[in-house]
């Protein structure tokens, strides 16, 4: 496997990005003008898996990594709920989509039934790592581990950094901006 940046959260900061680099943004890209620019900037092995502060309407483009699927042998899940929705504008800054819908959430588990990557990345994590409200994506996240049981699992969302082991699988948390390399 060819060396890959994780990175956090970046909520809009694009400067931060190793444009060098080949890399996953592990989602709160940002919103309008962020993926404006990535339209423009990333190129192909430079690539964004969508989280709850993103703006959905560029989901289908092609530094988007799209609902879930592996690439490069990472397996990968979009996606999280905001628990601040209620103080934002539809379709400005939230997105009733950032969470995969019923369908969606179906297709994802039965992908990983037949796709068991050793790495799993998502914007947030299974539902047995957090000790607070449950969500539709934490839940779905939670089947995905039960179902592939990789032996690394990197995620972001929370904006802090965490790296532990548990039931056999490493999973690191990575604050905003925060890296992780993957490779050789």
């Not at 919103?31 to 959905?56: P, R, S």
């Not at 560029?58 to 899940?77: A, H, P, R, V």
Request: hydrophobic fraction near 35%; glycine fraction near 8%.
């Amino acid at each position: 496997m060819k060396l890959i940046k994780v990175i956090g959260d970046i909520h809009g900061n694009v400067n931060i990005l190793p444009l060098n680099d080949s890399f996953i943004q592990l989602g709160d890209f940002g919103f309008l003008k962020a993926h404006e620019w990535a339209k423009i900037n990333l190129k192909d092995n430079q690539k964004v898996l969508f989280g709850n502060h993103d703006d959905y309407r560029y989901l289908k483009e092609e530094y988007s990594l799209g609902n879930f699927g592996t690439y490069e042998n990472i397996g990968y899940i979009r996606g999280a709920d905001s628990i601040d929705k209620y103080g934002r504008l539809v379709g400005v800054d939230w997105f009733k989509e950032e969470e995969l819908n019923y369908s969606e959430s179906y297709d994802c588990l039965d992908y990983f039934k037949s796709h068991k990557p050793d790495i799993i990345i998502s914007h947030d994590c299974p539902q047995f790592l957090v000790n607070f409200a449950s969500s539709n994506t934490r839940l779905l996240l939670e089947e995905v581990y039960n179902l592939v049981k990789p032996k690394l699992w990197i995620y972001g969302h929370h904006h802090v950094h965490t790296d532990t082991v548990i039931y056999g699988t490493r999973f690191v948390c990575l604050n905003i901006e925060e890296s992780f390399t993957i490779g050789e």
